[in-house]
């Protein structure tokens, strides 16, 4: 391990996953492998991501593919949620004024 | 809970589990309690019928299980535990909870007493993963409105440590920041989650604030309002002196610019004030006032 990120055959060791799970991911894009040297890392920062994909695959029977879709219908959903959090706000300024 | 008849297989116990979570589990449902609800019996339901003697003993007590004697020790000492587990503290309404993974802590007060505070998901039925990096922890901070107005410090208390943290004026509502290793210890050496805050900005009572302008009211009275003059309008930073044109009207609208909410992260920068003027128009007149109005009146009919 060396500073805020996590080797990457630890990594493997400690979620006990296979290499080709954590490769899928990294190949739709959804998790980073850092290459330096002849080391490979994942940033401690990815790690929370990861967790999530892990449980996703592992508990939920999501696929790679899947789990893709989701990650992009939750980003939607948390960015209508704060729209409409906006939007709430906006209407109880709006009938404050009437008042 | 997981619509499993009495000889559901494991398998089918594991199906059925994992066909609920992917509607249910917290993590696709953000910000949705009702579903962390239901995510915690189906969790429950799981975890007894996937483990032998859980099932056993959640046939013997389970139908009376508000009753049964056992219940109330082990509800008291959960009581115990869990004042012991109250570590929120601080000032200006905070409130914590964890989303995504789930702790102990997340089982309802049935299976605490049933099984112990000990009792965890993760051991048989859902897939057991192994934890590296702690939760992230969920919170809300509620400011004034004067405060949020200013780059000032707060200091909580996570955990038992004590954290300042510098909240930048002009903060919106709802906005949220990442205090990163704040949140749950991380497990084998791993880092500790992070503290999301989300800040709560208060309605003010003289003050309305959308985006960076502020709305407020200011009264003149009836001969300000007709003959113009000077009136003193409170900001929030202090009162300024206002030119009032004559022959204005109730309900007119000021702007005085640079007199709104700060921008944030943007020091110097400030959004609008916008005034509306309210008239006040005099009330219990004296026979000499009533006189006078009534000659005013009589000029401007003829």
Known sequence: MSGNRLLYSECLRIYEVEESFIESLRDVGLIHV????????????DLSDLEQFIRWHYEMDINVAGIDALR???DRVRSLQSEIERLVGELRFYKSLQQ | MLGVDRNASAEDIKKAYRKLARKLHPDLNPNDKEAQKKFQELNEANEVLSDPEKRAKYDKYGENWKHGEEYEKAQQQYRQQSSRQQQWSGQGGQTFYTEGDFSDDDFSDFFHSMFGSGFSRRQSGAGTRNKFKGADYQAELRLTLRQAMQTHQQALSINGKNVRITIPAGVADGQKIKLAGYGQPGVNGGPNGDLYITFIIEDDPAFKRLGDDLYTDAVIDLYTAVLGGETMIDTLDGQVKMTIKPGTQPNAKLRLKGKGFPLYKKEGRFGDLYVTLKVHLPEHL?????????????IRKQ
């Open chain 2, 286 to 298: 004296s026979d000499k006032e009533k006189e006078l109005f009534t000659q005013l009146s009589k």
């Open chain 1, 72 to 74: 992009h219908m939750l």
């Open chain 1, 34 to 45: 850092i290459d330096q040297d002849d080391d490979r890392f994942i940033e401690y920062d």
